[in-house]
Every structure is written in structure tokens, then in C-alpha cells.
């Protein structure tokens, strides 16, 4: 977290209304709840989300960690903590 001068960012308007309230004291203001969730926007949670399904499907049906690492581009240690990932 970073400090910044109100003073050299805020209207002046707006520092006097804050300055109503609390004067010479560090005040926190937390980050909008407008922000999504990573991939949301651009699609590649679902991507992944999917990817990971299908290793996990292919590996319970038999399929071998090496062949799953060959088949979509990966390291063993990789294929390993999608399958065994606690979710």
C-alpha cells in the first residue's frame, strides 16, 4: 500500500468534505467491488476450468500422467496438481 497527499490528488472540494471528517490522520479506502474475477472477461478461467476437467476425466478413465503431459503440452508435475487438486 502506498501513501499519497489527498491534497495533491483529491478536487478541493472533495478534501474539504473528507477534512469534515478526519484531519492529520491516514485514512484507508478500500478498492471498488466493481472488479472481476480473473479470466472472467477474457474467457480463459472457463478455458482452463474445462482443460482441467478433461485431464482429470482422461486420467480416471486410464489415461497415464506421461500421455496426459504429451497430449495437452505440459509437465508430469503440472498434469499431477491438476489431478490431484483438492476442489
Known amino acids: 500500500m502506498k501513501y499519497m497527499n489527498a491534497a495533491e490528488i483529491l478536487p478541493s472540494g472533495l478534501l474539504q468534505e473528507i477534512q469534515c471528517y478526519i484531519e492529520g490522520e491516514l485514512l484507508y479506502i478500500p478498492k471498488s467491488e466493481s472488479k472481476q474475477e480473473w479470466g472472467a472477461v477474457s474467457g480463459s478461467k472457463r478455458f482452463y476450468s474445462e482443460r482441467n476437467s478433461r485431464i482429470k476425466e482422461l486420467f480416471y478413465g486410464g489415461m497415464l500422467v506421461e500421455e496426459l503431459a504429451e497430449k495437452f503440452g ?13 476442489k
Open 74 to 86: 505440459l509437465s508430469d508435475s503440472t498434469i499431477k496438481k491438476i489431478i490431484y487438486q483438492k
